[in-house]
């Protein structure tokens, strides 16, 4: 893994481009300063050791996209991206999980057909046409929400002088007190989180409904029926509960996701995110970013896997941690 | 051949009494229509059960027209002579975007007169191809691959199991948008990127079905009367291991097509004017604002049926191939 991220940096033309803020304009002195400081006259091998060493103290080189180093560029846009990622999962997973209890409980009525079409339209639509869609219904026809702008107002950003706490700008206009600019915030982020709510809530109902209905066919669901138990706390306590074991890792892996940056969304709304970031690194081989932001996301998803196995633990009690 | 003589003769008792007088053209005829006669009862089966679900019916009734729009194009949008024919033809003289309807243009027009009509079906074949060459590769690739690795185990299945990591380890649609930049910003360099990406998810599908596949008695019995390596690999075990396959390939026709108009949307697939539907909702892009709506809307409208088409026909034979749903 890292061998391959180090060989795309050398691949990919000159590598001590990677580490220059403006490499077009740099002199051969600067050039031959470089080339000693990171050790890129040595042979390869020696090479990958100084890279290492580089990457695990923090250095990743310069992004020219972001114009900033790529640590610098990692820390800010992820809390764009975060932000937006959470809200969404947030929604997904309300919606998901109610929509798919009731398409298993009442399956093949009106609803469950509905709601299967839904989720197959789910997984079909493209986001960049579905989000441009909800822009010309909320922004354009009903004018209720801000069109592609980005995380804020520009002009309000710049009159409300905010005070940067977290950098999650939700956070820090509670912080400062600045209710109307936490309120425009939040409506920035309204349209992009439903865009890429859409398609995750469509995989999360699937799952829902499947494991749904297999939980249903249990036997210990007999035995609470027989009971007598109301039919409301045999689906809420007994068969959801259980449900949502195989629905956690779907849930964990669509956030790990988000977290990576929707390259599309992102770029459609001009959110100031991982994903339009990478995107655009990507298409204009900015190596160092490209590498930093492959680093990340294999960060992100042992992390995600990680919290997804203390859910379990937490749904599950055969699961036990430790 | 041993083993080819032996199936011939445990054929012959389920023959007709009587049939000494037959030719051997004949003869040969009947042997191999009972021969595939199990297999024809099998697709009929299996075509029976798919057209018992309405969803797989409208899957099927979708594919079936995006496959004649796609292979005869010309037929529905013919193109002006001596043009290529997936370059949307322009109209100069009508400048401003037009709305449906409008004399000429069915579905509107865009800026310079862009007939949004014939970028939908000429879109049509320009995907259609895409996803065919795409996923027809992949399988084939990963196919071989998966089956090798599977089959032989030890060195060849460690080497090539590292292999697809290293493709799996990268975020796939920012490497795909990396190749496709280095080879250059035309759908030719896109396809060749996804394929790149594409394959390595087959290989280990097929892998891991070989994997469970190979440890059934009959696979021992094919080895156990002498068969050799290879027909025991193409004759016995990929058969066996090759649903799932189906059903993913299926499925990724539409997925292909979907990142496919993502990528041409963020200017790294079709070129501009091109008849392809990415391309066309991005071009759109900027008019919504002055309310230009069919200029993204329809070209969306037909990344998603394309993509449903596939999907629906996917899910039908999920259940088809699904032994539990099957008797």
């Known amino acids: ?322 | 051949m041993i083993t080819g003589d032996k199936k011939g003769t445990g054929n012959k008792p389920s023959t007709p009494v009587g049939q000494d007088k037959t030719t051997a053209s004949q003869k040969y005829k009947t042997a191999l229509k009972l021969a595939l006669a199990p297999r024809i009862r099998e697709f009929r089966f299996s075509f029976h059960l798919m057209s018992r679900s309405v969803t797989s019916i409208a899957g099927m009734v979708l594919f079936a027209i995006l496959v004649v729009v796609a292979a005869f194009p010309w037929l529905f949008a013919a193109p002006g002579p001596g043009f290529d024919p997936f370059v949307i033809p322009q109209d100069f003289d009508r400048p401003v975007p037009e709305p449906p309807g409008s004399s000429g243009f069915l579905l509107g027009s865009g800026q310079n007169g862009v007939d949004i009509y014939y970028g939908i079906i000429w879109g049509a074949r320009i995907s259609m191809a895409f996803a065919i060459q795409v996923v027809g590769f992949s399988v084939l690739i990963g196919t071989v691959v998966g089956l090798v690795a599977g089959y032989k185990g030890g060195a060849i299945d460690e080497l090539m199991m590292r292999i697809t990591d290293i493709f799996l380890s990268i975020p796939g649609l920012i490497l795909v948008m990396a190749i496709a930049a280095v080879l250059g910003r035309d759908l030719s360099s896109t396809k060749l990127a996804l394929l790149a990406v594409w394959w390595s998810g087959y290989t280990r599908l097929v892998r891991g079905q070989v994997l469970s596949t190979k440890e059934n008695t009959y696979i021992d019995a094919a080895r156990a009367s002498g068969s050799r390596e290879l027909k025991i690999m193409f004759r016995h075990v990929l058969p066996n291991s090759w649903a799932p396959v189906l059903v993913q390939g299926t499925m990724d026709m539409g997925t292909v097509v979907l990142v496919m108009a993502g990528l041409s949307y963020l200017g790294l697939g079709a070129p501009h004017g091109y008849a392809e539907w990415g391309v066309m909702v991005q071009e759109g892009q900027a008019f919504f604002v002055p309310g230009y709506w069919w200029m993204t809307v329809f070209p969306g409208m037909a990344i998603l049926v394309f993509v449903m088409a596939f999907n629906l026909i996917g899910d039908g034979l999920r259940d088809v191939f699904d032994p539990k749903m099957r008797r």
Do not use: C
């Not at chain 1, 740099?26 to 050791?49: C, G, R, S, V």
């Open chain 1, 1 to 322: 893994m890292s061998i391959l991220t180090f060989s795309i940096t050398r691949a990919a033309g000159e590598p001590w481009t990677a580490y220059l803020p403006n490499p077009e304009r740099a002199t051969p002195q600067q050039i031959a300063d470089i080339k000693e400081k990171y050790h890129l006259n040595d042979p390869l091998p020696e090479q990958y050791i100084y890279w290492l060493k580089g990457v695990s103290e923090g250095d990743l080189g310069w992004s020219s996209t972001a114009s900033m180093p790529v640590t610098k560029a990692l820390a800010t846009k992820f809390t764009a991206t975060f932000e937006l990622a959470l809200l969404a999962t947030f929604f997904s997973v309300i919606i998901g999980i109610f929509v798919g209890t009731i398409s298993a409980v009442r399956a093949n009525s009106a609803i469950d057909q509905g709601s299967r079409l839904i989720s197959l339209v789910g997984v079909s639509i493209p986001v960049f046409w579905l989000g441009l869609l909800l822009l010309m219904l909320f922004y354009r026809e009903l004018g209720w929400l801000p069109g592609p702008t980005g995380r804020y107002d520009v002009i309000r950003f710049h009159a409300e002088n905010l005070n940067p706490h977290t950098g999650f700008l939700t956070i820090d206009t509670l912080l400062n007190g600045k209710f109307a600019f936490f309120w425009d915030v939040v409506r920035h982020l309204l349209m992009p989180a439903m865009t890429l709510a859409f398609t995750s809530t469509a995989i999360i109902i699937r799952m829902m409904r499947s494991s749904m209905l297999e939980v249903l066919g249990a036997e210990y669901v007999k035995t609470a029926r027989s009971k007598g138990l109301p039919e409301r706390v045999v689906i809420n306590r007994h068969a959801r509960r259980n449900a949502l074991i195989p629905t956690t890792t779907v849930v964990g892996l669509s956030f790990g996701g988000l977290l990576g940056g929707a390259v599309l969304t992102e770029t459609l709304f001009n959110w100031n995110g991982l994903g339009q970031w990478s995107g655009a690194a990507a298409t204009n081989l900015d190596t160092a970013a490209v590498m930093g932001f492959t680093l990340l996301t294999a960060i992100i998803y042992v992390l995600a896997n990680l919290v997804v196995d203390v859910i379990y633990a937490y749904l599950d009690p055969r699961v036990r941690l430790g």
